[in-house]
């Protein structure tokens, strides 16, 4: 293929495999190319943090890229952190979901479970802990009359009819991430990637770490201030909290996290600056 077309770009948001090719090929022929992460980069915290999300950016960052594209500003604190060298892109959002008129009815968690060949124990919860966590948010819905909904990671949806059986205070679903953020109040999550499809669609979020090991981005912690985007709790009180003061806020500011700009006109500013169309 890239002898017998003439490419002027190459895109890639998988970096191992063929999209790792991709690159790879495109270096030695000198054709640009722009590496944009498909998941959540961060800064890091403490040490053993910082051993993660290295760990974890591999898999996202290319070297053989010409450029990084930075989708957001966690991504740009994450860039700072580790020192990245590469041509960086403050692109903003490129892939990430982007909901508008969001109607702000439902609590979703989103769950950062994945396949056991996949597991990396800092910043991804353990099937235990998956489980510990549905039962403690079985406990809250239930004691705290609230509905949460439980976006499961693919790598549990065979396991979908069981936890509906088990979870009968928690609503499951396998719709799109889009779909169900259009009627969300509030994202709870550990460390997944619907944090920034969250941010972007102007739906707050909480990161609970119920085993005080890890903090996905910088987040406020005093639950009971009003108009943060991003919480980090750590148990089932500050958690109710949280998601009354969240209820309670109508002004809330995203621009710490995120850049201004919606997904089309950032891929056509992209497109503009390497193919000048």
Known sequence: MFDKIVIKLVLVNIMRGIGGYYLEKSKEKNIPSVSIPHGTLSENFDNYDKIFKKMMSDAQI?????CLAVQSKIAKDFVKAFNIEQDCIESGNLIFGEVTNVKRKKI???VTLKEFTSIRYSGIEMY?????NLYFLDDCAKKNNIK???KLH???NHC???LKEIFKNLEFTKKKIDHILKYSLVTISFSSTVIEDSLYSGVPVILLDRWKRYKHCK???NVKKKNSAVYYVTNENDLIECINTIKKSDQISFKEYIFEGNAKLNIKKLMQRFLHI
């Open 128 to 132: 235990h802990e998956f489980l510990d």
């Open 62 to 66: 290319n070297k053989n890229a010409r």
């Open 154 to 156: 693919s790598s549990a």
């Open 148 to 150: 949460i909904l439980i």
């Open 108 to 110: 979703v968690y989103a």
């Open 160 to 162: 979908f009819k069981d």
């Open 219 to 221: 987040a406020q912690e």
